[in-house]
């Protein structure tokens, strides 16, 4: 589904990612863990076409298509989805708007009709009621004035209307209490049916337990420098990076 | 014909609003407010003076939530206008008002007598008056009255529709009473012909305790400016103004306005939101004068501004002139480019850049459009900037 190779990415004048490979089949769940500034958000942000995000080498190729060539709403409408770390808030746009927009632009993209207005509010509030998502959340604006936990289920409430092929998800866990972080997982959980595929950033077992890794990797200084299997978050969790031999100065 | 050279002894019909527009003289390029809006070339266009070209107003679908009021190329048609009873219209002697707005006397002067409406109680209906054009390089003076009766309340809209107005000048002169104790707001919606000019000369007269709220949006038109000079010279008389102004391609369009508060505890609120791509020019002149008798008064200014394309351009002059201490006073201007986290955010969810851009762009003009009281206005404002 998704083959990197040997990217680069530069963000201003620094150089984060430095060479980085990874290949990502359909149904594959993979973590990615690292210590702070070492480019774990770069990767997605990369993948998803971020305005700050400059490839200076390497390739992205999802679906036998080069990513660079993509626009980042095509990226989407092609199935990249990213969960953001703080997803933004943008007021004056409903958020049931926004979201009906989002799914008439994919199903436009892929040359179907629009959804009729009675059909999709059956959709959106089944998934919300589904996944435990405040129907309030629906009429307010995207995100604005949302708690950090709204924010992460607005999230995923996105996710589950646009139904990505791959599963960018950016620390969706953090600042969530152990409720809220199980009911993301559901969700996610819920979308993998064995031909999506997940690539998720967390510096938690608490979230790997939930949603199973198939393969964990971890990133230093913008390569991946160590990869595994689930026991390899465990062997993190217990003994750090350090423990690992991995050192924390970045370069 | 032209304005600038014209022969007003010939057809003015108001002598002594003639002799004002002769004293205060025509705006030139040099006059700092007229500075972007090519005002030489405006003036001395030859245009036909007036339009009797009949429009097929009777094919206008009226909106049974509204009252309508016709003035098709600036002729007012009371055949095919719905008005209440409590409206009533009067041709009254000229009464020139003093303004230092020279476009103000320049309508008047071709206007033989005052026309007023009348609003002599409150509207269970928004009375809505539909301006229609079809006109080639013609000048249009129209001058209107409002005047709401003492304690009540009104919703007015000022629709401007054109058929078609190629190199034509429609100069309006609205001139609002709001009587002790009233509230009126107005709406003006225009979209007109990209071939034409507007200039919209606003009076508004606030008695004692009374509100005129006016809210504007220009999208159409290639030079399109709105004139006000309020004087806020009784107790609790208050004013605000708030407005969006979306140009493309070479449009021109802006505010110049002044408040001057002579009594105490007067209000004044002018805000403009600007949306500007391509090469256009927006402008925001406005001065607040607050006399040393106008203790506790209030007076805001704010601009806007979002210039989409680097050849946009926004001239904000927010000006203030205390001559007491005692009030509340702000002004500022700020100017900048979408939020791209904002876009981003959207186009990462499907949504493309061109529709992402859009969506913001409406987001902001929303701001302006939720402080419409009225539903079935807002209703209607939110269809008009939506296209």
Do not use: W
């Not at chain 2, 605000?240 to 505890?265: P, T, V």
């Amino acid at each position: 589904m998704l083959k990197i190779k040997n990217l680069s990415v530069q963000i201003k004048d620094k150089i984060v990612l430095k060479g980085l490979d990874l290949d990502i089949k359909p149904g594959e769940i993979h973590a990615l863990m690292g210590s702070n500034g070492a480019g774990k958000s770069t990767l997605v942000k990369a993948l998803s076409g971020h305005y700050d995000c400059k490839v200076t080498d390497g390739e992205m190729i999802y679906k036998d298509k080069n990513l660079q060539e993509l626009s980042v709403s095509d990226r989407a409408n092609e199935g990249i989805f990213m969960s953001f770390q703080n997803p933004t808030e943008i007021p004056g746009v409903n958020n049931m708007y926004f979201l009906k927009t989002a799914l008439n632009e994919k199903r436009a993209y892929h040359k179907l009709g629009e959804i009729n207005i009675a059909e999709f509010l059956k959709f959106v509030k089944g998934k919300a009621k589904e996944f435990n998502v405040g129907d309030k959340m629906l009429k307010r604006n995207v995100n604005e004035g949302f708690s950090g936990g709204e924010k992460k289920k607005n999230e995923l409430l996105q996710m589950l209307v646009l139904e990505p092929d791959l599963l960018l998800l950016d620390e969706i866990d953090s600042g969530l209490d152990v409720d809220a972080i199980k009911a993301i997982a559901n969700g996610v959980n819920s979308l993998l049916d064995g031909k999506r595929s997940v690539l998720m950033i967390t510096h938690y077992d608490r979230l790997l337990e939930l949603i199973k890794p198939d393969f964990v990797h971890v990133l230093h200084d913008g390569k991946i420098v160590k990869s595994g299997d689930y026991s390899l978050a465990l062997e993190i969790d217990e003994k750090g990076f350090e423990g690992l031999g991995i050192n924390h100065d970045i370069s | 014909m032209t304005l600038a050279n014209y022969d007003f002894s010939q057809s003015v019909k108001d002598q002594d609003a003639y002799k004002k527009l002769k004293e205060i003289g025509f705006p030139t390029r040099k006059t700092e407010e007229f500075r972007e809006f090519d005002i030489d070339n405006i003036l001395s266009n030859v245009y036909k003076l007036n339009c009797d070209k009949k429009i097929e107003v009777a094919e206008y679908i009226k909106d049974k939530n509204f009252y309508t009021l016709f003035i098709a190329n600036g002729m007012i048609d009371f055949v095919h206008s719905d008005l209440p009873q409590c409206i009533s219209f009067k041709t009254k002697h000229k009464n020139t008002l003093e303004s230092s707005n020279s476009l103000y006397h320049l309508s008047e002067a071709f206007i033989e007598h005052d026309n007023i409406l009348f609003i002599n109680d409150n509207l269970d209906k928004p009375l809505k008056i539909v301006n229609m054009y079809d006109a080639r390089e013609s000048f249009l003076p129209t001058c209107l009255h409002i005047k709401l009766k003492e304690g009540c309340k009104a919703e007015v809209i000022d629709l401007f529709e054109c058929i078609c107005l190629d190199d034509s000048f429609v100069n309006i002169n609205r001139v609002f009473y709001a009587e002790e104790n009233s509230m009126l707001n107005y709406v003006k919606l225009q979209n007109l012909d990209l071939k034409s000019i507007l200039i919209c000369n606003y009076i508004p007269k606030i008695s004692k305790n009374a509100t005129f709220n006016s809210i504007s949006i220009d999208l159409g038109a290639r030079t399109s400016l709105n004139i006000t000079s309020v004087l806020l010279d009784e107790i609790y008389s208050s004013f605000s103004s708030d407005g969006i102004i979306r140009l493309d391609e070479h449009q021109r369009a802006g505010n110049i306005a002044s408040m001057e508060h002579k009594a105490e505890h007067t209000n004044s609120n002018i805000t403009c939101k600007h949306i500007l791509d391509d090469s256009s020019r927006a402008l925001f002149e406005v001065k607040s004068i607050v006399k040393h008798d106008a203790k506790f008064s209030k007076t805001f200014q704010n601009s806007q501004t979002i210039l989409l394309k680097d050849g946009a351009r926004i001239n904000a002059n927010p000006k203030l002139i205390l001559d007491t201490d005692e009030l509340e006073a702000s002004h500022g201007a700020t100017t900048g480019s979408l939020n791209e986290d904002e876009l981003y955010y959207l186009m990462s969810r499907g949504i493309d850049e061109k529709k992402s851009t859009r969506i913001l762009i409406n987001a902001i003009e929303l701001q302006v459009i939720d402080k419409i009281e009225n539903e079935l206005v807002r209703e209607l404002a939110l269809k008009f900037i939506e296209g």
